[in-house]
């Protein structure tokens, strides 16, 4: 019995290591290099193996975005952000009117916990095309996401179908056909919300950007 649960374990191993070495690092740990950022005023920069997005005083919100552009793919990333703000990541997304314009697509939820009901990290809202994706009667507020700490994010996009796990608990799965059909594929971008003037300034933190594009066979 121990050498046939031993074998599985093995065999376990070998599978998650298979389907890891097929991603893919997003950020090399040290620059920006294969991203652009767009909109806002917020800053990025790279420090210590991570992209560290920080707010602008009275900005929009701001955006780095890959330059490449995925479809379907399977996206794990860390994040940590202050308390105070709110944040996101783009899928699929594109820039209305050209490259400088404004940022839109559906967006993985970002955000904190707090001290009493939860929050809504990990369900999908359409910037700056409809608001939230996730219906309202499936947005039910958790604590999955951890505040202060680093929290571990999978997403995956396969057709018109987005699941969201975080720190391992799947919070999302939605089927969307109508943002289907305009957002089949485009950029990722890191957001650095919006914040009112006199407030801040805030940082939220990404590392371990992983993506397996799913469209490469």
């Not at 560290?52 to 975005?65: E, H, I, Q």
Request: aromatic share 8%.
């Amino acid at each position: 019995m121990k050498k046939i649960l031993m074998s599985l374990s093995l065999a376990a191993l070998c599978s998650c290591s298979s389907t890891n070495d097929k991603s893919k690092a997003l950020f090399d740990g040290n620059s920006l290099s294969g991203w652009t950022q767009r909109n806002g005023l917020g800053s990025y920069r790279a420090e210590g193996g991570s992209i560290v997005g920080k707010t602008a005083d009275g900005s929009p919100n701001s955006f780095l975005c890959t330059d490449k552009e995925y479809g379907d793919f399977d996206l794990t990333f860390d994040v940590k952000v202050d308390k105070e703000l709110n944040s996101g990541v783009q899928i699929r997304s594109k820039t209305k009117g050209g490259p400088k314009g404004r940022v839109n697509g559906p967006q993985v939820e970002i955000e904190a916990t707090g001290p009493k009901n939860g929050g809504e990290a990990g369900y999908i809202y359409g910037e700056s095309c409809g608001g939230w994706l996730t219906p309202g009667d499936k947005r039910g507020k958790h604590k999955h996401f951890k505040d202060d700490e680093w929290n571990s994010y999978r997403v995956l996009a396969q057709g018109p179908n987005i699941k969201v796990w975080i720190n391992g608990h799947l919070v999302s799965d939605l089927t969307h056909e109508k943002n289907y059909s305009t957002y089949a594929t485009g950029f990722i971008g890191l957001q650095v919300h919006s914040i009112g003037r006199g407030s801040g300034p805030y940082e939220v933190r990404w590392r371990n950007l992983r993506v397996t594009d799913l469209t490469v066979k």
